[in-house]
């Protein structure tokens, strides 16, 4: 079912762990270096600037063989497009699975993913050029299936949460059908449950250890839940697709959607506190700079740069007192860092550092 090889993916998350061990001293820097020989990794991963590189390279070779197929071969009618658009998506799979992943064994090197994406990217368009005056629902169901399958595959992160984003609509749009004038009403109720399904989902997923190659995919499909579910229920959000879908800007039940605005972004904070969860804090506190922006735009207080000035020096004395207090108080948390970061929040550490 996985493409790329168990041992050494089990291997890394061992040498992982040995490293995590060494630096709080749990074990010597002999035994370390003992588990990391005895756990070889194959796989060619480079750091973030060649990998971004190597897509780029990848892209430019992908693009430039289609447009000689284009050149070379005839296009006359659609199924002849589908089908032609179906064999270079099979052919670009063929390639990664054989070159890329068997014989150079590449993981997460640029290449490997930017011939996954452009593979499913052929293959989906291709079944479009036929299926593109079928009701948006099917076509939706048929990129979740072709992208999960995918995803799978290759337990890849944008390839899970495009399945997941697809059967998401699909739902949407069955319940925008059936609800009629009552839509405007049930769609965020709709967003809710979604998110509600997705979250538990994902969570529970991560506890089999028979799924832990799939753990940073179904990490980012609780987040990307929790940011659902509030966008679900953030006035702004109301409002916009009140005026894009409904063309109207009266909003019903104004007073709840202005609760639920900024009354969940405490309830993530609240968990994450109390379920010592880094994900419900980050996404808490990205929802309360969300929740500050909706009563910006709509209610004007104070001139723009006033009010990020305010905002950013709360938050500055906030975080100086949170450091503070974890500094002399461990019953609960404690201020030291750990090296054993998700993808999401070396992300996190990432945009900070260009800040």
Known sequence: MLAYNRTWL????????????????VISSETAHAIRDGHPVGFYSPNWFIRIGLAIFGWVMIMAGVGMLFLLLPWESDTLTCIKGILI???????????????????????DDIFAYSGVGAILTGLFVVTNSWPMEINLMIWAVVGGIAAI??????????AVGCLTLVV???VSRAAGENAMLLLPVTGMLCAGFWYFLSGFLQKRTALRYWQTPLQWIEAAALLLFYASGNFW??????????DTEQVPLQSFFWAFTFAIPVVYIVLGLYRKDRLLLDIGI?????????VRYFYQVMPFERAITLIGAICVAL??????????????FTYIPDERQTDIQQLQNKI???M
């Not at 975080?319 to 503070?324: D, G, N, V």
């Open 352 to 354: 900070v550092g260009q």
């Open 319 to 332: 975080a100086w007192l949170s450091i503070r207090y974890l500094k002399t108080n461990h019953r609960w």
């Open 237 to 246: 959000c109301i409002r916009f697709f009140a005026k894009k879908l409904f």
């Open 153 to 162: 595959r290759y337990a890849d992160t944008p390839l899970t949460l495009f």
């Open 89 to 111: 998506g099979v052919g670009l799979l063929f390639f990664l699975e054989t070159g890329l992943i068997r014989k150079s064994h590449h993981y997460r090197s640029g290449l």
């Open 172 to 174: 949407f749009i069955l």
């Open 286 to 294: 990205f929802c309360v700079a969300a929740a500050l922006a909706t």
């Open 10 to 25: 089990d291997a890394i998350q061992i040498q992982t762990a040995a490293q995590y061990y060494m630096n709080r001293s």
